[in-house]
């Protein structure tokens, strides 16, 4: 089974344990039914826009969508660990924590120079705390920017939009903290 195909189940069982409608869901993500469907069937990959806004809508995070075993280990080798990269992306996500059953996430991600998290800045629940552990880095939190070189961190209220953009000239590599899980 593709990736795709076991992401495209688990958004339609989430969507059917909910008790909502392809169309439903389709219309709080801005997206036709048909598109939806098109990802649901494996057909379809979304973009990281659209699968935080399909987690957004059916309240999971999103990793969610990516994990496929529930291992509940403590330790997570780096080999092991979960990745997100997007087709056409310069961002890519790694699971550190062991998975989204608990109080706590961990990701690193890494940015081409250049590169952001997000086209627009995007709010969640919870509280964040970034690390820089290579590169430089651009954070937008409402309506301050920051600017962070290797080992400078920023914690901040997830409420508020943010968005991460590396202006160094290697990639940037940073470790962030989130509560609750979110991704």
């Known amino acids: 089974m593709t990736d795709n195909l076991k992401m495209g189940k688990k958004i339609r069982h989430i969507r059917k344990k909910k008790n909502l409608s392809l169309s439903a869901l389709a219309s709080k993500i801005d997206k036709t039914s048909s598109y939806l469907s098109q990802v649901e069937r494996g057909l379809a990959e979304p973009s990281i826009t659209a699968l ?25 080798r780096r080999e092991d660990r979960k990745t997100l990269k ?29 590169a952001s998290t997000l086209d627009q800045p995007l709010s969640h629940n919870g509280e964040e705390v970034s690390i820089v552990m290579k590169g430089k880095m651009e ?15 920023v914690y901040y209220n997830a409420n508020l939009p943010h968005k991460i ?15 609750p899980p979110n991704f």
Request: aromatic share 8%; glycine share 4%.
């Open 52 to 76: 935080r806004e399909i987690s957004r809508a059916l309240d999971v995070p999103i990793f969610y969508f990516l994990i496929e075993d529930k291992k509940h280990n403590a330790v997570v």
């Open 139 to 153: 954070i937008t939190i409402g309506n301050e920017s920051y600017k962070l070189s290797e080992g400078d961190s």
């Open 86 to 114: 997007f087709p056409n992306s310069q961002l890519t996500f790694e699971l550190i924590s062991p998975d989204l059953d608990h109080d706590i996430e961990m990701i690193e991600a890494r940015l081409k120079p250049g």
């Open 165 to 179: 953009t590396s202006i160094g000239e290697d990639d940037l590599i940073f470790i962030s903290a989130i509560t």
